[in-house]
T-cell receptor, first 113, second 113 residues
Framework: QKEVEQDPGPLSVPEGAIVSLNCTYS??????FMWYRQYSRKGPELLMY????GNKEDGRFTAQVDKSSKYISLFIRDSQPSDSATYLC?????????????FGTGTRLQVTL | EAGVTQFPSHSVIEKGQTVTLRCDPI?????LYWYRRVMGKEIKFLLH????????ESGMPNNRFLAERTGGTYSTLKVQPAELEDSGVYFC???????????FGNGTRLTVT
C-alpha cells in the first residue's frame, strides 16, 4: 500500500466550476501538508502548505486537512482554463528534515471553456 | 530572483553510458534536494544536502548514483553505468531553511535506451 493515495484522473470540468482534489494517507506521523501545481514539462510549483487540521484559504484556493481521517483536500473556486495542470499533494514529518516530501501520484485537471 | 536551474533539460543515452545532471539552486539556499519521477510513479526523494554535506541519502537507489555538492553551491548527480530503469525525470529543489517550502527546478528528462 502506498503511503499517499491520489486519484490520477483525468478530471475534466467546465470553466467556473468548483474543483475538489483529494489525497488520503496512511502514516499518522505526517504533520506538514502541501499542494503543488505542475504544468507540462515544468517543475512542481508550491500552491499552499499547512501544518494543522482545518482550512486555509488563499484567493480561489482552499486547502483542507483532516488528520483524524488522514484526508486532505484542495478546492479551486471559479476554475479557469489556466488552472489546467497536474495537482500533486505532498506531505512530510514535522522535523528538521521537514522538506523530505512524500508525494501522491498527482491528479490531472482539465478546465474547459 | 532566479529560480532553481537544471541542465540538461533532456538527455538520451544508451544503457551502460554515464550521465551527469547539474542543478543550480536559488542563491543563498543551503538546502538542496534531488527527487526522481519514473514513468507512472510518484515523485520520490533521493537525497538532501545541507551546504556541501549529505544530510540524508536514504532515497538513493544504488551505488550507480553519485551526488556531489562541492563548495555548497551547485550539485551534480552522476549515473554510472546507466540502466533502462533509470529513465525518468530528475528534479532538483532548494530551500532556505530545513522547514521552509521547497522550490523545484523544471527537471531533467533522462531516457536510457
Amino acid at each position: 500500500q502506498k503511503e499517499v493515495e491520489q486519484d490520477p484522473g483525468p478530471l475534466s470540468v467546465p470553466e467556473g466550476a468548483i474543483v475538489s482534489l483529494n489525497c488520503t494517507y496512511s502514516n499518522s506521523a505526517f504533520q506538514y501538508f502541501m499542494w503543488y501545481r505542475q504544468y507540462s514539462r515544468k517543475g512542481p510549483e508550491l500552491l499552499m502548505y499547512t501544518y494543522s487540521s482545518g482550512n486555509k484559504e488563499d484567493g480561489r484556493f482552499t486547502a483542507q486537512v483532516d488528520k483524524s481521517s488522514k484526508y486532505i483536500s484542495l478546492f479551486i473556486r471559479d476554475s479557469q482554463p489556466s488552472d489546467s495542470a497536474t495537482y500533486l499533494c505532498a506531505m512530510s514529518f514535522l522535523t528538521g528534515t521537514a522538506s523530505k516530501l512524500t508525494f501522491g501520484t498527482g491528479t490531472r485537471l482539465q478546465v474547459t471553456l | 530572483e532566479a529560480g532553481v536551474t537544471q541542465f540538461p533539460s533532456h538527455s538520451v543515452i544508451e544503457k551502460g553510458q554515464t550521465v551527469t545532471l547539474r542543478c543550480d539552486p536559488i542563491s543563498g539556499h543551503d538546502n538542496l534536494y534531488w527527487y526522481r519521477r519514473v514513468m507512472g510513479k510518484e515523485i520520490k526523494f533521493l537525497l538532501h544536502f545541507v551546504k556541501e554535506s549529505k544530510q540524508d541519502e536514504s532515497g538513493m537507489p544504488n551505488n550507480r548514483f553519485l551526488a556531489e555538492r562541492t563548495g555548497g553551491t551547485y550539485s551534480t548527480l552522476k549515473v554510472q553505468p546507466a540502466e533502462l530503469e533509470d529513465s525518468g525525470v530528475y528534479f532538483c529543489a532548494s530551500s532556505q531553511a530545513g522547514d521552509s517550502p521547497l522550490h523545484f527546478g523544471n527537471g531533467t528528462r533522462l531516457t536510457v535506451t
